[in-house]
Structures are given as structure tokens and as C-alpha cells.
């Protein structure tokens, strides 16, 4: 089946600090999108991505989808405290009508004061 | 609006029970999903329903699992016997694909399942 690798896996980082983080998967996806999750809460949409070499921004949040369709990133520019959870990268190939997302294992961000 | 419901937010049991989780999606949405979160697998899909119509359970890990869509307001995850190995952070989403593009699922808040 499909899979994601999500990298890195956690990230220790300095309020006002820039933070990156990719997926790659070992097939294309149609459609990108990228979720953060805080404590006891579920996933909470940030981006959506359409298109390969599509480049999308939300607020402080920039996520591009790859050209080759394998792979997407998301840059989090000038960190604050709030920033901190889990992000997840979730692929989908919506073929022959399935809908089915592969989400990666997450990044687990903290972001010191 | 409001978002997916699930209740019931936590829920402790005993090995051998039936454990009952309920969801309703968002109002007009007509695509449901459940979903397992472990620390060791991540997000997995267990199931999903297209207008009350169960589309692909290949995620559902076996026989104890079992999932309903009675209506498109409701659907309900059942565990019959409960196993300590269930436990887990149980997730509905929902969706309403336009287009035939995306698929935005909104989740819900969790419920959270031990079983003792």
C-alpha cells in the first residue's frame, strides 16, 4: 500500500524561529493536504493542495506540492508558543471515486519561549 | 456550525465488553470515516461510508469491529468482545467532496477508549 514518511519526527525550536517540514511518498498523490493536531483534540485542516507545483499560503503557514506529485512541504515562518502540536502530512489519490486519505506518523513541534 | 460530535469523549471498559462509539458528521456532508490513533501506527482508516453505504472496510481489523450508517446523521463504531489492544483514540471525519476534487475531511474531537 501507500506510504508516507514525515520527517522529522520532532522538532525542539526558539519562538520566532522558522520551521520546516516534508512528506514523501513512494507513489503520487492528486491532493496534499496538511493537519495539526493539539492535545485531545482531533485534526484541524491548515492546507489543502491541488495541483503538482502548487505553492499555498495560511497566514504564517506555506505548503507547496511537488512537482513529481511524491512529495509536499510545510515552512512555518516567525514560531510562537501556539505553534505547538502535532503536524500531519495526508496524501490522497482519489481514483475511481476513493477518497481514502494516507496520513504520515506526524511532527511533533515545541516551540520554547 | 457545528463540527463532527462524538461521544463519548472518553470511555473505560473491561476486556470482553461491547463497546459502542457514536458520530454525527457535519450537517450536508456525505462522506463518513473512522479512524484508529495509536502511538505506534499512527492515523489509520478503519472505514468509510459514502451516503450511509459502507465503501471499503479493509481497514477494520477483524470480526470484533463493526460499523453502521443508519441515517446521514449518525453512524456508530461497535467492539464486540473489547480487547485490551483496542485501546486507542477513536476518530470520525466527514466530508463533502465537490467536483469530484477534493476531499477536506473534518474531523471530530475523539473519543478516547481504554480497555482494561
Known amino acids: 500500500g501507500q506510504q508516507l514518511n514525515q520527517s522529522p519526527q520532532s522538532m525542539f525550536i526558539q519562538e520566532g524561529e522558522d520551521v520546516s517540514m516534508n512528506c514523501t511518498s513512494s507513489?503520487?498523490?492528486?491532493?496534499w493536504l496538511w493537519y495539526k493536531q493539539e492535545p485531545g483534540e482531533g485534526p484541524v485542516l491548515l492546507i489543502a493542495?491541488?495541483?503538482?507545483?502548487e505553492l499555498t499560503s495560511n497566514g504564517r503557514l506555506t505548503a507547496q506540492f511537488g512537482i513529481t506529485r511524491k512529495d509536499s512541504f510545510l515552512n512555518i515562518s516567525a514560531s510562537i508558543p501556539s505553534d505547538v502540536g502535532i503536524y500531519f502530512c495526508?496524501?490522497?489519490?482519489?481514483?475511481?471515486?476513493?477518497?481514502?486519505?494516507?496520513f504520515g506518523k506526524g511532527t511533533k513541534l515545541s516551540v520554547i519561549p | 456550525d457545528a463540527g463532527v460530535i462524538q461521544s463519548p469523549r472518553h470511555e473505560v471498559t473491561e476486556m470482553g465488553q461491547e463497546v459502542t462509539l457514536r458520530c454525527k458528521p457535519i450537517?450536508?456532508?456525505?462522506?463518513l470515516f473512522w479512524y484508529r490513533q495509536t502511538m505506534m501506527r499512527g492515523l489509520e482508516l478503519l472505514i468509510y461510508?459514502?451516503?450511509?453505504?459502507?465503501?471499503?472496510d479493509s481497514g477494520m481489523p477483524e470480526d470484533r469491529f463493526s460499523a453502521k450508517m443508519p441515517n446521514a446523521s449518525f453512524s456508530t463504531l461497535k467492539i464486540q468482545p473489547s480487547e485490551p489492544r483496542d485501546s486507542a483514540v477513536y476518530f470520525c471525519?466527514?466530508?463533502?467532496?465537490?467536483?469530484?476534487?477534493?476531499?477536506?475531511?473534518?474531523f471530530g474531537p475523539g473519543t478516547r477508549l481504554t480497555v482494561l
Open positions: 495526508a496524501g490522497q489519490y482519489s481514483g475511481a471515486g476513493s477518497y481514502q486519505l494516507t
Open positions: 471525519a466527514s466530508s463533502f467532496p465537490s467536483g469530484g476534487m477534493v476531499n477536506e475531511q473534518f
Open positions: 507513489s503520487i498523490f492528486n491532493t
Open positions: 450537517s450536508g456532508h456525505d462522506y
Open positions: 461510508f459514502n451516503n450511509n453505504v459502507p465503501i471499503d
Open positions: 493542495l491541488y495541483k503538482a507545483g
